[in-house]
């Protein structure tokens, strides 16, 4: 790395305090990133490299307070639906990352459980990495309200000994015992 890149994104720093907007770094993290050169193969990398140095304060102690490859973007008990709306909020809350569109697909998968991705793979008839931007793009679309769905669904489901009445069933339910 060249020290005028250090420099310069060590002169946009990000430090975690209030007033901050992280999207706005984000954004002028990738533009500055734009401006130095690099091949758009070597940019995941750079991104990774860099980043570090656009931190500072609590912000860059939170980072270090990570292991490596723990930042995942599913929860442990985050459904897939959420997961995915979530990712897509987060993209459109920084319009100017400059990943394409395979690079944002592969980074949201490998943030997913283990046992999202297994779903996801068979779905796609093998691994989601082997099929393109399009098709990982509908599957998961075609998922997320399926999960969505199934969330709902047990949600709703009533606990064993325990019996939900409407209200209407409720009342004609006490005006029964009333009447004994």
Request: glycine share 6%; hydrophobic share 35%; net charge negative.
């Amino acid at each position: 790395m060249k020290p005028a890149f250090l420099s310069l994104i060590s002169s946009h720093q990000f430090t975690g305090m209030d007033n901050e907007d992280p999207y706005i770094h984000l954004s002028t993290f990738y533009e500055l990133i734009g401006t130095m050169g690099f091949e758009e193969m070597d940019l995941d990398h750079v991104y990774m490299r860099l980043f570090p140095f656009s931190l500072k304060g609590k912000a860059k102690e939170w980072l270090k307070s990570h292991p490596n490859q723990s930042l995942n973007k599913q929860g442990p008990d985050e459904p897939f639906c959420e997961a995915w709306e979530r990712f897509n909020s987060l993209l459109r809350r920084c319009p100017n990352h400059g990943f394409e569109d395979i690079a944002q697909l592969n980074i949201f998968y490998n943030g997913l459980r283990p046992d999202t991705k297994m779903i996801l793979d068979a779905v796609a008839g093998g691994t989601m990495m082997s099929v393109d931007a399009e098709q990982a793009t509908r599957i998961i679309e075609a998922l997320a309200p399926t999960d969505h769905q199934a969330q709902h669904n047990r949600q709703t489901v009533q606990r064993k000994g325990m019996l939900d009445l409407s209200t209407t069933d409720a009342i004609l339910a006490q005006n029964k015992i009333l009447t004994q």
